[in-house]
């Protein structure tokens, strides 16, 4: 399968939600790690591209010097030093990519004193085992935007697994793998069971795939996996994001919910929601994804697996919601006379939990 030239015509639709989702996530990402006890941080975007589409629509090495700008203030002041590597591979696109990032740090010289930036021209398969120290050893947000059969290859995800603070989001043409899946240019590369990723429905591929990923992990891993599926046109395409921190994994399911307030997983109505607000003649009324949440978490408080705040907001994380999802349903528990809590909110966030060692313990009536 050949690699498609992503940038000779204007970003889709699908294109766009992916870079917001990018960009989103470095806007949440970046004052963690500025405000922190770190003063170097590094930021790897390995599929670059020219730095826009042709319309002049900014891609991802764009919007994180633009992201960087926007905290210039608090990266001065806290002497924080901000590592970019930018790679392409194509020799023409990286000329581009190098004019059009060194153009916008031209006209921004406050971003060009805070940062120092590589430009990389290189195989990404040759490139990320260099980099892969470094990775280890420093805070640092990777974007792996894959275009190409041999960098789909799943061994990426399990190096990232063996680094402690490093955050990614994994870019999949999960289409093709439900096309190509099964020849052996795939399978020397993603060793994925395709029978089992097509027992769903299409549209869930990308699903299927990070599931497949989640089983490879190994048993004590503290990584987490999220899908972020993308439609565009007929073609399903994903976002793998993967995180060891909660607070990381918060900021991430944060972004995605801003996206799409239905599911907070894809940029379309995955399972229908919108549909399951209607009465089905024969089923009655069918849950959506929010309500489905409510009704299990209101079980285990109820049957006392779930007993604080803590355990609560972990449980939210797990199943892909917020702790604002979890807190009004503990909230509605109350006002029900269904359990106690001393506090007048149940402080289901990261904030209260981890900076405000806020414990929150309840009692059911």
Same mark, same amino acid.
């Given at each position: ?25 470095? %806007? ?8 922190? @006890? ?26 994180? !010097?633009? @992201? ?5 203030? &608090?990266?001065?002041?806290? %002497? ?15 000329? @581009?990519? *190098? @004019? ?5 740090? =031209?006209?921004?010289?406050? *971003? ?14 040759? !490139?990320? &085992? ?11 947000? *990777? ?5 190409? $059969? ?33 020849? &052996? ?37 503290? !990584? ?33 919910? =801003? *996206? ?15 549909? %399951?607000?209607?009465?089905? $003649? ?34 939210? !994380? ?27 909110? &149940? ?7 981890? %900076? ?10």
């Amino acid at each position: 399968m050949p690699i498609k030239n992503l940038h000779a015509k204007a970003f889709d639709e699908g294109t766009i939600v992916k870079l917001e989702l990018f960009e989103e996530y470095a %806007k949440a990402w970046l004052p963690t790690f500025i405000m922190s @006890q770190y003063k170097e941080i590094w930021i790897f975007d390995f599929f670059a591209g020219t730095g826009y589409d042709i319309d002049g629509n900014p891609g991802s090495p764009i919007r994180l !010097l633009q @992201q960087i700008k926007n905290q210039i203030g &608090p990266i001065f002041q806290h %002497k924080i030093r901000i590592n970019l590597c930018i790679n392409e591979f194509e020799p023409k696109k990286y000329q @581009q990519l *190098v @004019q059009s990032c060194n153009d916008y740090l =031209e006209k921004n010289q406050d *971003v060009k004193r805070a940062i120092s930036i590589y430009y990389k021209n290189c195989d990404f398969a040759e !490139l990320f &085992p260099k980099t892969l120290s470094t990775i280890q050893r420093f805070p640092s947000l *990777v974007y792996l935007d894959q275009n190409g $059969i041999k960098f789909a290859a799943d061994k990426y995800i399990l190096e990232l697994e063996q680094t402690d603070t490093t955050d990614f989001l994994f870019f999949i043409s999960s289409s093709y793998i439900w096309r190509f899946g099964d020849t &052996p240019a795939f399978q020397d590369c993603l060793h994925i069971d395709m029978a089992k990723a097509k027992e769903n429905p299409y549209k869930y591929i990308h699903t299927s795939i990070l599931e497949q990923f989640k089983d490879k992990l190994p048993k004590e891993t503290k !990584l987490t996996l999220y899908p972020f599926t993308i439609k565009k046109g007929k073609n399903i395409y994903g976002i793998i994001f993967g995180a060891k921190h909660p607070r990381a994994v918060d900021k991430f399911l944060k972004t995605a919910w =801003e *996206v799409n307030e239905i599911n907070g997983a894809a940029n379309f109505d995955i399972d229908e929601d919108n549909a %399951k607000q209607q009465l089905d $003649i024969f089923e009655g009324k069918r849950l959506s994804k929010i309500e489905s949440f409510y009704q299990t978490l209101r079980a285990k408080v109820l049957s006392g697996e779930l007993k604080d705040n803590q355990a609560v907001f972990h449980f939210a !994380l797990s199943e892909g919601h917020l702790g604002k999802h979890a807190s009004d349903e503990i909230k509605r528990m109350k006002k029900e006379g269904l359990l106690d809590y001393p506090e007048k909110a &149940p402080l289901i966030n990261y904030e209260q939990i981890y %900076k405000n060692q806020r414990q929150v313990t309840f009692t059911l009536k």
